[in-house]
DNA sequence: ATGAAAATTTAGGTTTGTCTAAAAAAAAGT
DNA sequence: ACTTTTTTTTAGACAAACCTAAATTTTCAT
């Protein structure tokens, strides 16, 4: 199935404002999302609609078809790779590269995008935290976030760990900090970045900026 | 100046054709290289026109001005830089290549277009022995082709060899090939793919295939 | 439940880049 | 030189993706 690069940014849109658990996304929220008029956007549906990658009733919002997810997560794999390409190869900023990956996300070629893969080492995860898709649109995990990041009180749980030296660990589990455990953030000092966060809901300490940088929490 | 994707295809295209020799490039010429008709072509070079990054007058074809060559030569360096990308990284063939970069040489960022020369090495030739203009579209080098592709009773000069031991530089001096030689293929034996070379339209020698691919051709 | 407000769609128009058919200009052959 | 052929341009149309303005449907508040 060919896409226009418009209909394609379409359907990420689409995506995009459905997965904060709605299931029918608005007409206004779209032409928010892709700063047009939402007169265009009901042209728009009902061109998609009819290709049969969206679910469109009017009046009533719309949702992707199980091929339009497919197609959405496609793009979204071609954009966070190019953004790990930016970062790792090219040494762009985690906050400098959504506009060109926005570009460059429209390329066509398969081939291209799985020796991309490959080339970088089949990353999980795009500079960002936000998990990458596979070739069939499956993605496992879920958005992670250094510690240092974490929103105060938000609950979390560590799924991974960035620094792996044996000094680390060990102070980790002195700390009682282990993959799976519950965190959450009680305040920040500002003079330092240290965080005083509460594990598994029982025990309060207090860790450095450096330490925090180097735990990565799936916030839920 | 912004220019669409159409009309940075327009100006790389005139560019090309152009190359030839040619001073004034004809309509049909274009619409050969764009497939596109003659009439759509028409259109475009109005407007182009305009924009002042070619010089028209009517019935008359068309050239670059000084700002259209330079734009010209901004996407050929990108389209060049992105091949040698392809090739030295992800692996493709260089005749593999050419469709994938036409998409990739619109990306806009000129950054990210510095960061990928600096990432490549800054390579002065594309995979097929095309030079890279600089940031400034000077190019200063001639295209350059291995003497193992070099076409039968061609004149060409070697400005340069792939491998560099001792031994082959012993080799190629006493054959009395060396940077500046004028070689002529004066037959290719399909056996096994040896070449019958005339150098400085002196001497007849025979060299195996594998020294062919070795040493580099501009041809002439 | 009904009238006002908000959301959405339709109607009609614009721009970009294309097309076909017809007209005009240039080139080429005799 | 003058006709024929080729090349190029103009005229008028179309599709994609957008717009504004007006109409319609839904939602929300009283």
Do not use: C
């Amino acid at each position: 199935m060919f896409l226009s690069f418009t209909e394609e940014n379409y359907l990420k849109a689409i995506y995009h404002l459905s997965e904060d658990g709605k299931i029918d996304v608005s007409t206004n929220a779209i032409s928010d999302a892709l700063n047009t008029k939402p007169a265009s956007v009901s042209d728009m549906l009902k061109k998609l609609s009819q290709k049969e990658v969206i679910n469109y009733i009017k009046y009533q919002g719309v949702s992707l078809t199980p091929s339009g997810k497919k197609i959405a997560l496609q793009i979204i794999r071609k954009h966070r790779l190019w953004e790990v390409f930016l970062v790792e190869k090219l040494k762009f900023n985690w906050d400098e590269v959504h506009e060109i990956a926005e570009q460059l996300e429209h390329i066509q070629s398969n081939l291209l995008i799985e020796r991309l893969d490959e080339f970088l080492g089949f990353p999980p995860f795009d500079p960002h935290g936000d998990p990458i898709p596979n070739e069939r649109g499956e993605m496992k995990a879920k958005k992670h976030t250094p510690l240092s990041e974490t929103d105060l009180h938000n609950q979390g749980k560590v799924i991974g760990l960035k620094e792996t030296s044996p000094l680390f660990l060990q102070y980790l589990d002195k700390a009682g900090i282990y993959i799976g455990a519950k965190i959450k953030v009680m305040d920040k000092i500002e003079f330092d970045g240290s965080l005083e966060i509460l594990i598994d809901n029982k025990k309060t300490i207090l860790v450095s900026s450096e330490v925090a940088k180097n735990i990565l929490i799936a916030e839920s």
